[in-house]
Each structure stands twice: as structure tokens, then as C-alpha cells.
């Protein structure tokens, strides 16, 4: 449990970029299978659980990251990429925008407008979240991740 809780706590820095409160975040392991993050493939770095968060405005957000965990939690560096669009927590949605963050305090998170959509299909033991969208330049988001059918945490 400790990479989604992990995700949680860079959760908490990223939601003045997003412009709603968060009401509910639910976290999870499993296996990350694809992360792109404005056409760059970070598959291979992709190390934390998934996050779904739930805003006050009736937007959802799907979550993951770049970089390993370390004994006290976070290790170096961190790349997040959230997923937001209207909808609820573990259902398909269409997604309108991304937020894209570091755990470098010196770099702030950047927010783009995008086209896309998040499928969440079953996939015992766990779901398949599969994300995709593109923002007006023609780059790529993505996120594919498998959850291990273990306990979904809320915070």
C-alpha cells in the first residue's frame, strides 16, 4: 500500500492547479502497463499506485506517476499525470483536461485542455483503467494501469 499512499500525499499538492476540492480520493496498487506523458513514454519509470479522485464539482480525476518508493515513502523524482473530467469514481468518462506535476518544488503544475477518455473494464481480480486524450498540439496522454484486486483505500 505504501506507493498509492505515497500518491496520495502528491495528490494534496496539486489540487490548487485543478481550481476544485477534492471530497474523496480512493487509492489502490496494481500494475502500471502504460504512461505517456505529453508524447513521452514513461512506462518503464511508472512506479506508484492509482489514484482516483473525486472533485466538489462533479469532475473525476485518474492518477499515476514516474519514480520508485524509498523505505520513508517518495523517492527521486517524481512526474504525475492526472486525468480530470466529469464523471464518478471507477466508471468510464470523458476527459477534458490534464494536470501535469513534479515533486520539485521549484516547478509548478501545468493544466492542459484535452479530448479523450478513460475505460474501466473488469479484470478479475481487479479493473483494467485504460486513458488516453490529446491536447491541441496533437500530444499524448496516457495512462493503462492494472489493479491487483487488493483493498481500494479512501482518504
Not at 487509492?27 to 466538489?56: F, P, S
Not at 483503467?129 to 481500494?152: F, H, M, N, P
Request: hydrophobic letters at 40%; one cysteine or more; a negative charge.
Amino acid at each position: 500500500m505504501r506507493p498509492a499512499l505515497a500518491l496520495c500525499i502528491i495528490m494534496a499538492a496539486i489540487v490548487p492547479a485543478t481550481a476544485a476540492e477534492i471530497i474523496d480520493t480512493q487509492a489502490t496498487d496494481g500494475t502500471c502497463e502504460r504512461l505517456v506523458i505529453a508524447d513521452e513514454n514513461l512506462t518503464a519509470q511508472c512506479g506508484t499506485g492509482l489514484a482516483v479522485l473525486t472533485y466538489d464539482d462533479g469532475r473525476v480525476a485518474v492518477s499515476a506517476g514516474t519514480g520508485g518508493q524509498d523505505f520513508f515513502g517518495l523517492g527521486e523524482p517524481e512526474r504525475m499525470l492526472l486525468l480530470i473530467g466529469p464523471g464518478k469514481p471507477w466508471m468510464d468518462f470523458n476527459i477534458s483536461s490534464v494536470v501535469i506535476s513534479a515533486a520539485a518544488e521549484t516547478e509548478d503544475p501545468v493544466l492542459a485542455d484535452v479530448s479523450g477518455a478513460c475505460t474501466h473494464v473488469d479484470a478479475t481480480p481487479g479493473f483494467l483503467v485504460s486513458c488516453e486524450a490529446k491536447d491541441g498540439d496533437g500530444r499524448t496522454y496516457a495512462l493503462t494501469y492494472r489493479t491487483d484486486g487488493g483493498q481500494i483505500h479512501s482518504f
